[in-house]
């Protein structure tokens, strides 16, 4: 199964442009930076995301779903 990435690969992207796309809170896209599970970037006041780390994290949390549905039936 083959999923579109909703992130640009090499592109930094704002917590706001995270929450919007994959409607997650600010704490949980800055706990995914802290944690290390994407890179960030602090310029000036603002922190940015790697593009390329938030596709990772979307596909192994889409597979993660997919083998839990899959564990229930």
Same mark, same amino acid.
């Given at each position: 199964?083959?999923t ?17 796309t994959? +409607?997650? &809170?600010? +704490? ?21 995301? &790697? ?23």
């Open positions: 199964m083959t579109a990435s909703p992130f640009a690969p090499g592109r930094w992207y704002s917590a706001q442009q995270i929450q919007d994959l +409607s997650l &809170s600010r +704490s949980t896209v800055e706990r995914l930076g802290i944690e290390g599970k994407v890179a960030a970037i602090k310029i000036g006041r603002s922190v940015r995301y &790697s593009g390329d780390d938030l596709n990772s994290q979307c596909q192994s949390l889409g597979s993660g779903l997919a083998e839990k549905k899959s564990s229930q039936r």
